[in-house]
């Protein structure tokens, strides 16, 4: 996600920071390449120039200007304008009626059917009752992709009839019957907007008035979204919007430029293909992502939702007690493992030694295969040998690997990480700091290891 802008914008940085003082001409030279990596991220023109604008009238201040530090302090200056551009934070709320209606539109293949579905799960774990609609009759498999979903999630979904405007009508009365407080209908979309779909959205609209009037739109069509979200607001007056496929190879251009194009708030984002992998959107988090500063409240917010605190408190006391064992590791390999993958956990971690380019390197390192491997092995263990590894010797180690399908090489890579890992505890502990996360197990083919030690 931003990965090419995040890079271009960093290198500009660098540059900033070498220099002890600025001219406004070195100023103007790194904003021109600020501009030609907003572009080439696909944002829209008048976007970047109005940003760059805000940023060269505070960045050519005297108070910047003359700062000890006017590189880095012109960093602050991008991070708080691009927080402006992306507007400011608006929860997505529903009103108390019974039932509250949303209504989801877009094009085909922007994701509209499952952004329904992460909605829908989101607000159930919320205590929310919602049912799916199946609104869009046009795309022959749309029907039988959202009951799927709404199994999956343990929605029920609503489609009986051809006419979707009736559908979409009868839709509300089924939800009164079935006592459900939230109804999410999935309209029908078009490779591209043309004047049916409009109608059948202005129809649908009119008959359900529905509370919210959302937009997915697909992160990776840059301007094209823009433009389509232009063609909904001035049609059916759209709320709000979900930016799809974030995950994917996203340039960027559409979250920096949907806001201050439309005046609509982006509400969540998509950030996986699983139906849980729909978050609220922070625009100075996602600023902080994009200028390579991290998101460490994002991060947070997963550790909290995803977590078992219990399990940590375990941990933490086995530690004290100096009892800590390959059970307890496994434990924490699996909390860890909710968090999703390892490469998005860290991009969310700020000042990772060696920058961008170190951290990529320890993503290679450590991907979820590892952390599969790492819990295969543990498994094949006896519980004895999980309390004790000091026992696991020739033979066992042997055992061991056959029974994980690994080598013997692979269990001698993971109890030594392990025991690593305890020492680096127990001094951890010595300074009464109490860990909520193990170290993440080394790559363990042959085993890797930071690069001021040898295996």
């Not at 572009?39 to 940023?55: G, I, N, W």
């Not at 407080?181 to 029908?188: E, S």
């Amino acid at each position: 996600m931003f990965d090419t802008l995040t890079d271009r914008l960093n290198g500009v940085f660098k540059k900033l920071r070498s220099r002890g003082k600025l001219h406004p001409k070195q100023v103007d030279n790194a904003l021109a390449e600020m501009r030609t990596a907003l572009l080439e991220a696909d944002v829209a023109v008048e976007v970047a120039d109005d940003l760059l604008s805000r940023v060269r009238g505070r960045a050519l201040s005297e108070e910047v200007m003359k700062s000890l530090t006017p590189g880095q302090q012109i960093v602050k200056v991008v991070n708080e304008e691009l927080t402006v551009t992306l507007g400011e934070h608006r929860p997505f709320t529903l009103p108390q009626a019974r039932p509250a209606i949303v209504m989801m539109a877009g094009v085909q293949g922007s994701g509209k059917t499952t952004a329904c579905a992460k909605l829908a799960l989101l607000l159930k774990s919320k205590g929310r009752r919602p049912l799916l609609v199946a609104a869009d009759l046009e795309r022959p498999a749309a029907v039988e992709q959202l009951r799927t979903l709404g199994s999956e999630i343990g929605v029920p979904v609503f489609s009986e009839g051809r006419d979707p405007v009736k559908v979409a009508k009868a839709s509300v009365k089924e939800a009164e019957r079935q006592q459900a407080d939230v109804v999410i209908i999935d309209t029908a979309g078009r490779l591209h907007v043309d004047d049916d779909m409009m109608k059948q959205a202005r129809r649908i609209r009119d008959v359900t008035k529905p509370h919210h009037v959302l937009m997915a739109c697909d992160a990776m069509t840059g301007q094209d979204a823009v433009v389509q979200a232009r063609a909904f607001m001035h049609e059916v007056d759209t709320t709000g919007f979900i930016l799809t496929k974030l995950d994917g190879d996203a340039r960027g251009g559409a979250a920096l430029s949907i806001t201050a194009v439309t005046g609509r708030p982006v509400f969540f984002i998509g950030t996986g293909e699983k139906p849980a992998d729909l978050e609220p959107f922070y625009p100075d988090r996602m600023a902080g992502r994009i200028l390579g500063m991290g998101d460490v409240l994002t991060l947070i917010d997963k550790a909290q939702e995803s977590m078992d605190a219990e399990a940590a408190r375990a941990s933490a006391e086995q530690l004290l007690k100096g009892q800590f064992t390959l059970e307890d590791f496994l434990t924490q390999l699996r909390e860890m493992r909710k968090l999703g993958p390892i490469q998005d956990l860290l991009k969310m971690l700020p000042g990772v030694p060696g920058g961008r380019d170190a951290m990529k390197e320890l993503a290679g390192q450590v991907d979820d295969g590892e952390l599969k491997r790492a819990e295969a092995i543990i498994l094949s263990m006896t519980p004895e040998e999980r309390r004790n590894p000091a026992i696991i010797h020739g033979s066992r180690r042997l055992r061991i690997a056959n029974g994980s399908g690994t080598t013997t090489s692979d269990i001698n890579g993971l109890l030594k990480d392990f025991e690593g890992a305890r020492k680096m505890m127990r001094t951890m502990m010595g300074g009464k700091r109490v860990p909520g996360l193990m170290k993440m197990p080394a790559k363990m083919s042959g085993g890797v290891a930071p690069k001021n030690k040898k295996r």
